[in-house]
């Protein structure tokens, strides 16, 4: 059964930081690509970031280019997001998920998904 459990979200100020992290099992976590998605109240899933299986390639949303990264470790099966300067409007529930894909920002293209981590940026 695969799993992806999400944590490190949580309440911070503007300009703050955070990072979060996502524990996968039940796959062979080095072969999928991985994707951090967000979704803030009434608005639609957006993809925020991904990363190729081996973490030589990645790819961002311009809203959140030069201010996030992401990372991945295969020894440890876990994948990260580090987020600078947050603003409010990233205030949102963060979601990682799974693709055999590639370097997906399509939700449709991720097979495997978290719960989620809520976010929530102060002004």
């Known amino acids: 059964q695969v799993q992806l459990v999400e944590s490190g979200g949580g309440l911070v100020e503007a300009g703050g930081s955070l990072r979060l992290s996502c524990a996968a099992s039940?796959?062979?976590?080095?072969?999928?690509?991985m994707g951090w998605f967000r979704q803030a109240p009434g608005k639609e899933r957006e993809f925020v970031a991904a990363i190729s299986w081996s973490g030589g390639n990645t790819y961002y949303a311009d809203s959140v280019k030069g201010r996030f990264t992401i990372a991945r470790d295969n020894a440890k099966n876990t994948v990260y997001l580090q987020m600078n300067s947050l603003k409010p409007e990233d205030t949102a529930v963060y979601y990682c998920a799974a693709t055999l894909t590639g370097l997906a920002r399509l939700a449709d293209d991720y097979d495997y998904w978290g719960q989620g981590t809520q976010v929530t940026v102060s002004s």
């Open positions: 039940g796959l062979t976590f080095s072969t999928y690509a």
